[in-house]
T-cell receptor, first 108, second 115 residues
Framework: KQEVTQIPAALSVPEGENLVLNCSFT??????LQWFRQDPGKGLTSLLL?????REQTSGRLNASLDKSSGRSTLYIAASQPGDSATYLC???????FGKGITLSVRP | ETGVTQTPRHLVMGMTNKKSLKCEQH?????MYWYKQSAKKPLELMFV???????ENNSVPSRFSPECPNSSHLFLHLHTLQPEDSALYLC??????????????FGPGTRLTVL
């Protein structure tokens, strides 16, 4: 059974800091991994999708990497801003499985 | 309208009521999903439809009844719900070809409260 873990559950950083959010999964036989952002009470917004054949994807200040063999992905956020405050979730696809998410708070 | 839309955005119902949630996607996708999101728990996949056919039912109680009349529309019919069914219900669609291959796009969700 696939399990997706995101640690820590919550993170608070000062504005401007570069940060890394981690996601680990137990079964490396995945089709892809997707990172999402969720604002309180809202739906999920897709940030980055990494297909299983890819190692990383970039969009603006965000960079996501994938290491299937070790069952890990990281989401790197450069120069964090208060507007980045949200819950970040990763999900792996073969049997769709989500992590519980990391709630990020960026202090001005 | 673009992306994935869900109506209503908020719903309060009694345990004896019957209501329906609606999801519509404008992305030309062929797979649609219902998820339940409760506080402090990971997203729970409820149902999967591929090309209008239900391909997955994750042991969801029969008081939740999905319907997919075509590739763009997905419904979740609710009856005799319990207070513990109160949650955010999210719909997603997924591209099965092209640049968004296997990428999920979510709607804004319906916040359901069962009294």
């Amino acid at each position: 059974k696939q399990e997706v873990t995101q640690i820590p559950a919550a993170l608070s950083v000062p504005e401007g800091e570069n940060l890394v959010l981690n996601c680990s999964f137990t079964d490396s036989a995945i089709y892809n991994l997707q990172w999402f952002r969720q604002d309180p009470g809202k739906g999920l917004t897709s940030l980055l999708l990494i297909q299983s054949s890819q190692r990383e994807q970039t969009s603006g200040r965000l960079n996501a990497s994938l290491d299937k063999s070790s069952g890990r992905s990281t989401l790197y956020i450069a120069a964090s801003q208060p507007g980045d405050s949200a819950t970040y979730l990763c999900a792996v696809m073969r049997k769709l499985t989500f992590g519980k998410g990391i709630t990020l708070s960026v202090r001005p | 309208e673009t992306g994935v839309t869900q109506t209503p955005r908020h719903l309060v119902m009694g345990m004896t009521n019957k209501k329906s949630l609606k999801c519509e996607q404008h992305l030309g996708h062929n797979a649609m999903y219902w998820y339940k999101q409760s506080a402090k728990k990971p997203l729970e996949l409820m149902f999967v439809y591929n090309f209008k056919e239900q391909t997955e039912n994750n042991s969801v109680p029969s008081r939740f009844s999905p319907e997919c009349p075509n590739s763009s529309h997905l419904f979740l019919h609710l009856h005799t719900l319990q207070p513990e069914d109160s949650a955010l219900y999210l719909c997603a669609s997924l591209g099965l070809a092209g640049p968004s291959y296997n990428e999920q796009f979510f709607g804004p969700g319906t916040r359901l409260t069962v009294l």
